[in-house]
Structures are given as structure tokens and as C-alpha cells.
């Protein structure tokens, strides 16, 4: 059974930082694709930060140069370090894999984020 626990979340004034962890636990864990997707209140889930195969990463225009998205294979962990947090980025942020060979896709609980002065 695949799990995927987030921590990190929390609240900060415009320009701070928070950094967001995802432990991902199951037996065999090989991964197409693990990142972060986000959503704000009333808004669609949009991705924020991801690996994709051969460790490519994406990130949303609206993160890029502000966000940061790292892993640790051995643990099957990712993270996501965010600075210059700006009102707009509060929302739900949830850890995403996507597993091979299968593409059986995982959601995390979420956690919030609150960017507020």
C-alpha cells in the first residue's frame, strides 16, 4: 500500500519561507513522476513543482526563481523549498507520484500554506 505523508505547512508573512516534506512509503516505489500541486480556494489544482522521468524538473511560471524542488531517492522523499512566499501562493499544497511501471497515481492529505500579513 502506497502512502504519502506531507509536513511543513504553516503560516508566514509575505517574503518568508517554508520548506514542504513528502515521505513516500510502500514496497518497491519506483517513480515515473513525484512532485507538488497546489490549490487555492475556488481555484483548480495546479501543479507547482515537479520531477519527471530522467530527472527533469517543471515548475509553474508563476514559482519559478522562487521555488525549489528536491529529493532523496534513498528515502523516497521530496521537498519543496519555497521563498519570497507572496499572498497568492496560499493554498493546499499536496505531494503527487506517479509510480512505474503502473502510472498508478497518489495523492498526499495536503497541507496549508497561508501567506498573509
Known amino acids: 500500500q502506497v502512502q504519502l505523508v506531507e509536513s511543513g505547512g504553516g503560516s508566514v508573512p509575505p517574503g518568508g519561507s517554508l520548506t514542504l516534506s513528502c515521505a513516500a512509503s510502500g514496497s518497491n516505489l519506483r517513480f515515473y513522476a513525484m512532485g507538488w500541486y497546489r490549490q487555492a480556494p475556488g481555484k483548480q489544482r495546479e501543479l507547482v513543482a515537479v520531477?519527471?522521468?530522467?530527472?527533469?524538473?517543471n515548475y509553474a511560471e508563476s514559482v519559478k526563481g522562487r521555488f525549489t524542488i528536491t529529493r532523496d531517492n534513498a528515502k523516497n522523499m521530496v521537498y519543496l523549498q519555497m521563498n519570497s512566499l507572496k499572498p497568492e501562493d496560499t493554498a493546499v499544497y499536496y505531494c503527487?507520484?506517479?509510480?512505474?511501471?503502473?502510472?498508478?497515481?497518489?495523492w498526499g492529505q495536503g497541507t496549508q500554506v497561508t501567506v498573509s500579513s
Open positions: 503527487n507520484i506517479v509510480l512505474r511501471p503502473t502510472r498508478n497515481i497518489y
Open positions: 520531477f519527471t522521468s530522467g530527472d527533469s524538473t
